[in-house]
Nanobody, 121 residues
Framework: QVQLVESGGGLVQPGGSLRLSCAAS????????MGWYRQAPGKERELVAV???????NYGDSAKGRFTISRDNAKNTVYLQMNSLKPEDTANYYC???????????????WGQGTQVTVSS
């Protein structure tokens, strides 16, 4: 079982920056993929960014060029640096992890509780 705890959300003005952190209860070197999704009121949850344990990254269209995902295996933490924030980035941001012990097995998926990001003047 993997527990994920997010932090770093808050209120920021348009054009500002925030860094989200997601701390895992296990070594993230054992987790195949970690990342961030977000969900705004009345909208579906959408991909923000993910990173594999090999360091490969994938970004949602809204994040490309503004957000950067990174991981620190020594701290068992994944980060999301968000720059040039816009009001439409306002959402609850969820940490995500997918892990499996064997390529023959399906992934086990885990979610954090979420951290609210509000972009407003």
């Amino acid at each position: 079982q993997v527990q994920l705890v997010e932090s770093g959300g808050g209120l920021v003005q348009p054009g500002g920056s925030l860094r989200l952190s997601c701390a895992a209860s296990v070594s993230i070197a054992s987790i195949n993929v970690m990342g961030w999704y977000r969900q705004a009121p009345g909208k579906e949850r959408e991909l923000v960014a993910v990173i594999s344990n090999g360091g490969s990254t994938n970004y949602g269209d809204s994040a490309k060029g503004r957000f950067t995902i990174s991981r620190d295996n020594a701290k068992n933490t994944v980060y999301l640096q968000m720059n040039s924030l816009k009001p439409e980035d306002t959402a609850n941001y969820y940490c995500y992890a997918a892990a499996r012990s064997s390529p023959k097995l399906p992934f086990d998926v885990y979610w954090g509780q979420g951290t609210q990001v509000t972009v407003s003047s």
